[in-house]
């Protein structure tokens, strides 16, 4: 699919809490930064997904006394895994690994700020009904294909395809450029969503 003016790269919570070191580390995080650097130099349109929670956010296991990260408990809007506290607002965990390099970058959209509602997704909240506003302001700005990159591949990259398919985007995502937590086989369970929701699934090498 040819990178054009109705094209946007969208990077996907490439933040310090995520690359190893941070508290919800995904393996060889770091790794993916300066091809994410390489790769955005070919997009007119990038935008910055942002993990963005308050303290005592309902996703962390600290927030729900007795359970621990990883444990899956029941919320308002279904099954919720809880996680490590990350991201956290004005946190250096929160901020974007340094050596991220974009600065032709339009928006940044933070994600997860309802402290009881979680989100993975860049553009839809875990209620599956709360937006982040990002749909609107693709369409708004005549961009009709929307190339992903980020962390971690079987979570908020996944979701984020998931529901640009849904939102009527085509949808693409640059595996290479993203890693994976791979909890319980999600990896796989996650690359096989994504088949069958019509999210091609390419290498870096098809675009430099």
Not at 26 to 41: F, W
Not at 184 to 199: F, T
Request: proline share 6%; charged share 20%.
């Amino acid at each position: 699919m040819p990178i054009t003016s109705r094209t946007a790269l969208l990077v996907i919570d490439v933040q310090n809490d995520f690359i190893p070191g941070g508290s919800l580390p995904v393996l060889e995080g770091e790794r993916i930064v300066p091809l994410i650097n390489q790769l955005a130099r070919q997009f007119q349109q990038v935008v910055i997904a942002q993990d963005w929670h308050p303290r005592g956010h309902a996703s962390f296991a600290s927030s729900h006394p007795g359970r621990q990260p990883y444990d899956v408990i029941q919320l308002p809007y279904g099954e919720q895994t809880l996680w490590p506290d990350h991201c956290v607002q004005a946190s250096a965990g929160a901020e974007f690994h340094p050596e991220l390099d974009l600065p032709h970058a339009q928006l940044v959209i933070r994600k997860g700020c309802n402290p009881d509602i979680d989100s993975y997704s860049a553009f839809l909240e875990a209620d599956r009904r709360t937006t982040t506003g990002l749909a609107g302001y693709l369409s708004e700005r005549g961009i009709d294909t929307v190339y992903m990159v980020g962390l971690a591949l079987d979570f908020c990259v996944m979701y984020t395809a998931l529901d640009a398919r849904a939102a009527g985007f085509n949808a693409v995502v640059v595996l290479d450029a993203c890693r994976g937590i791979d909890l319980d086989g999600s990896l796989a369970d996650a690359i096989e969503r994504m088949q069958k929701a019509g999210v091609e699934l390419i290498q870096s090498t098809d675009l430099i």
